[in-house]
């Protein structure tokens, strides 16, 4: 093998897409896909890779220092892509700690062990940091976050990923460790677990349930199909500049309220039902504490210096995304009633 990435989060929503295009994209790389299985985790998003003979997978977690060092020291990576993270906002809200624990500690782990393991000798190696635009903190309707906005987070989410930002940039600036960051907007697409916004909707119009809606439905978000994300962290990885920040983003700005219309516009022409009848589903909850009222990215720099592009419209994106929920129904039924996390134990034949 040529190289050896290490890829953690690869059993999470982003980190799948990322596991399969490195390992499907590069034969000669050895990637080690390290992930804890927490309720995010799901080895069934990676089943069509999971016998590829240059893939490992390793259930390990960031949080336990001395098994980084340990799995540092066995695999001796060229490279880290760092997606392992507690995600959602809203969990953030209820258990902030762990989101410390997680995404600052567990990401120190990480550095730490890089830098054990490199013990300075940085030539071809690389350490990249995936981070969120929420780190910016919130727009007015005028505005887009440049790699130059000062963080400004609101959640213990982002709070927790501005400070891991911080620590990686810190560990450049220290020990001149060659890192790297991008801070990416919302992804949709396959393979997202349906407690977010657009998995959610797309599980409860199959089902005829509620559409929960945040507020008014005035709350502005810029998004990504999660493959564009993918292919803008394999062009980072390989062309961006050492020490760097790229913002990544869809150039799609969308109301929360006139997304989920879209959604349910396109759901109803798929399903065969009259136009409308998604739409009677929507309704309006209690806004959550502390909610931004807009995010807004500009993704300039990535494409100026690394010519990096979407390849999707928001609604080619979002039609390929339904039909994929359509097809794969049976995942979301795994997801939704917890039977994936046995996958792991009966596919590996050892104790998740
Ligand atoms: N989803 C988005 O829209 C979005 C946007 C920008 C940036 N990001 C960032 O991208 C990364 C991936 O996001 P996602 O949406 O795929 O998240 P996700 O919640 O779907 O997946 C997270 C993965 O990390 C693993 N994990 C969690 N804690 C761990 C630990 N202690 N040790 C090892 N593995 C652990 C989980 O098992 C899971 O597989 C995160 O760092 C997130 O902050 C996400």
Redesign the pocket.
């Known amino acids: 093998m040529n190289k050896t990435l290490i890829i953690?989060?690869?059993?999470?929503?982003?980190?799948s897409h990322v596991v399969r295009l490195f390992v499907t994209k590069y034969p000669d790389y050895r990637i080690v896909n390290?992930?804890?299985?927490?309720y995010?985790?799901?080895l069934e998003n990676l089943a069509d890779i999971q016998d590829a003979p240059n893939y490992v997978f390793e259930h390990?977690?960031?949080?336990n220092a001395a098994r980084m060092q340990e799995l540092f020291a066995q695999y001796r990576p060229d490279g880290v892509i760092?997606?392992?993270?507690?995600?959602?906002v809203d969990r953030s809200i209820e258990s902030p700690l762990d989101f410390v624990i997680?995404?600052v500690i567990?990401t120190v782990n990480l550095l730490n062990a890089a830098r054990q393991q490199w013990k300075g000798a940085f030539e071809g190696k690389r350490f990249y940091h995936?981070?969120?635009?929420e780190v910016y903190g919130a727009l007015g309707a005028e505005g887009l976050f440049t790699e130059q906005t000062p963080y400004d987070p609101h959640s213990p989410y982002s709070a927790s990923?501005a400070s891991s930002d911080h620590f990686v940039r810190a560990y450049h600036d220290t020990y001149g460790l060659p890192v790297v960051i991008t801070?990416?907007?919302?992804?949709y697409g396959p393979n997202?677990?349906p407690e977010?916004l657009i998995p959610l909707c797309i599980h409860n119009i199959i089902n005829n349930k509620p559409l929960p809606v945040y507020g008014d439905g005035k709350y502005t978000r810029d998004w990504l199909f999660v493959k564009d994300h993918a292919r803008a962290i394999d062009l980072v990885f390989h062309e961006g500049k050492n020490g760097d920040t790229y913002n990544i983003g869809g150039f799609n700005e969308w109301q929360n309220i006139d997304l989920v219309q879209l959604l349910c516009k396109q759901m109803d022409e798929k399903l065969g039902r009259p136009e409308g009848t998604s739409a009677q589903l929507i309704t309006f909850v209690k806004d959550r504490p502390g909610h931004d009222l807009r995010y807004a990215i500009d993704a300039g720099k990535i494409n100026r210096e690394l010519g990096w592009l979407p390849s999707v419209t928001f609604e080619q994106g979002l039609s390929l995304t339904i039909d994929w929920y359509l097809a794969n129904e049976e995942w979301l039924r795994h997801v939704t009633s917890g039977a994936y996390q046995q996958y792991y134990a009966a596919q590996y034949q050892v104790q998740s």
Do not use: M, Q, R, Y
């Open positions: 953690t989060g690869g059993a999470g929503f982003i980190g390290l992930d804890a299985l927490t995010a985790g799901n390990a977690d960031i949080t760092h997606l392992a993270a507690e995600s959602h997680t995404n567990g995936v981070s969120t635009d990923k801070n990416c907007s919302n992804n997202h677990f977010k």
